[in-house]
Structure formats: C-alpha cells, structure tokens
C-alpha cells in the first residue's frame, strides 16, 4: 500500500479521538459508541398502564457467589417516580443520584412533588454537555425515567446518550430491545392493567433470554395512579406470574 492510499484511512481514523469532532459525513463517533454500549446492557422494559407505570429489568445476575437481592436494576427517585437504566451501571448511578437530589431540593423549596419532565430534562442537559465538552467522554447508558405527577397522569420518557429524549407509552433498552418492542407493538395496549403488563414483560423476557431466564435475574417495580407511591414487586408476586405465563403457554400446546 502506498503512502497516498494509506492517509484517508488515516484521516478517518483521527475522527473518533475527541468527542468535539465531526466527521466529515456529520457524525460524533464517540457518542455512536455510547450508543452501542446501551445496546450491550441488560434488557429494560417499561410502560404506561390503565393504572399507572411499571418497570421491568433483567439484572443480569451471572455468578451464583453474587447476592441477586445486592444488584439494583430499577431506583426510586422520589415518591412518585422511578427510573431504570442500560449501559454502564455506573454512570447510570451518578445521573440517578443527581436526579435524587434534584427532586429533594424542589420538595424542600417549593413544598411540592418535582414533575417527572423536569427531572428527565435535568439528566438530559448534563448528557448534552457531555457531547460538545472537550476533556470528557459521553454518558454510556440510555435511562427510562417514569412517574405519575400531580395531575394524576403517569408519563415515561427515554433519554440516550446525545442527551435527546422522547415520551413513550411503552419502550424497551438493552440487548433484547429489537426482539422485546416487536411484542410491545404487537401486544401492547393502553388498557392493560399493571399486572397485565408485567405478564407481558416477562413473556418478553422470557423470550429474550431462553434458558438463562430465571426468577433472581428479574427486578420490578410499580406506580399507581391511586398512590403515587414507588414499590417494587416481592419475590413472591414475581414467582407467580412467572408461573402463570408457564401454564397459558402449557395449555396453548395442548
């Protein structure tokens, strides 16, 4: 290979080394492999339901010496909002705990529950910074973040690494999001209740991880609308709808 063949290789190779840098068709690169990094994480699913939101993770619990109940998947954010993540866990941690405090300062000023809009732009305008900043490198992780604010109505957004974020109804982050939104958008419906929706998180999970599907991998959690109130689902409530998708699907077959 010649020295003049060789240089736009070289060129374009460069385009990936500061985050400040386009390349020449347009793109950060480093954010795109942020992006990616999201798509390697654990599987998270959350949705709007009749009744309010759910929230529905794989904690990815490989090693039997790990204590399934220590992993957390899925953080409350005050009372009445809840958030999950995929990507790096760690940075996940960091942009949750800013969203904490952010909503104890607002109930301590304002005497109030913190909209769920505001906290998701919060997270979001400090990815963004992250994006154009030279010296630092883009958050690795998407974040689903959902409440149920003073209106009484539940709202779920998703925010990526640019910092951009979007309300859904229902949506899916992780390694398993192309196989677990073709059953949102077959089987998904506004009506369904809490309990029917986690149902049909866990057939999605089930689908998505086969034979390494298992109960302590599995965290939930839930905000109705009545309570406004962030709860996670017992052991228990987990074991036995895991145990009634089995029966449905058993007697489909016969």
């Known amino acids: 290979m010649t020295k003049e063949n060789m240089q736009p290789m070289h060129q374009l190779m460069g385009y990936d080394r500061a985050i400040t840098m386009f390349s020449p068709d347009g793109r950060l690169l480093q954010v795109e492999y942020a992006k990616k990094t999201v798509r390697q994480g654990s599987t998270a699913i959350a949705m709007v339901c009749s009744d309010g939101i759910l929230f529905v993770t794989d904690k990815r619990v490989i090693d039997s010496l790990v204590v399934p109940e220590a992993v957390e998947k899925i953080w409350q954010i005050d009372e009445h909002i809840g958030a999950t993540a995929s990507g790096i866990l760690s940075d996940a941690r960091v942009l949750i705990e800013r969203a904490q405090l952010k909503a104890q300062q ?6 109030s529950p ?4 505001t906290i998701i732009k919060d997270i979001c305008d400090l990815k963004q910074i992250c994006t154009q900043s030279g010296g630092l490198r883009p958050f690795g992780v998407s974040i689903l973040v959902a409440g149920v ?5 539940p709202r779920l957004y998703e925010t990526d690494p640019t910092g951009i974020f979007f309300q859904y109804k229902a949506t899916v982050i992780g390694e398993g999001e192309v196989e677990v939104e073709e059953i949102l958008h077959k089987e998904y419906n506004e009506n369904l209740t809490i309990d029917e929706g986690f149902k049909l998180s866990l057939k999605a999970l089930k689908k998505v991880l086969g034979d390494n599907f298992k109960i302590e991998r599995i965290d939930a959690a839930y905000i109705t609308i009545k309570e406004k109130k962030f709860k996670k689902f017992s052991k228990e409530k987990i074991e ?10 058993e007697k489909k077959k016969k």
Do not use: L, Q, V
């Open 106 to 111: 607002h109930r301590i000023t304002y005497d």
């Open 114 to 117: 913190i909209e769920t809009s």
């Open 149 to 153: 604010d003073n209106d009484s109505t």
């Open 240 to 249: 036995k709808t895991a145990a009634d998708i089995k029966d449905i699907k």
